[in-house]
């Protein structure tokens, strides 16, 4: 089941509002950008690079991931470890709102999610 529509145009604003605070300088963009797509009840952050064979396609790399849970209304978050799967962010697993998602992806305290 998606969002609730209420909660989709929250998050939406949100995810905007963070995203244009991240991203690198306009002329950076093509090598390097940040977006987010929301999936059923997922929010994913990841980067867009060229891909290296050929750098007209552009890769998507997963960088963070928070899901919600209905039934406990909260969210809980999720890094992408090498084997290029989602593994449960072990030192802040579930938070009650997707602005503190945000701030512990932005801060990054254990190299997780930026590296």
């Known amino acids: ?20 605070k991240i991203r690198p300088p306009k002329e950076m963009r093509p090598q390097l950008d ?7 009840q997922s929010i994913i952050l990841f980067e867009i690079r060229p891909n290296w064979r050929d750098a007209k396609l552009k890769m998507e790399s997963g960088i963070a991931k928070a899901t919600f849970v209905k039934s406990d209304k909260v ?30 992806v932005e801060e990054d305290k254990h190299s997780c999610f930026w590296g």
């Open 75 to 104: 969210w809980k978050i999720y890094w992408m470890r090498a084997d290029l799967k989602w593994h449960l962010y072990k030192p802040k697993a579930v938070v009650g709102d997707l602005s503190v998602f945000l701030k512990i």
């Open 34 to 40: 940040i977006s987010y797509k929301i999936d059923k």
């Open 1 to 20: 089941m998606a969002l609730d529509v209420i909660n989709f145009v929250d998050t939406i604003q949100t995810m905007d509002n963070f995203i244009d």
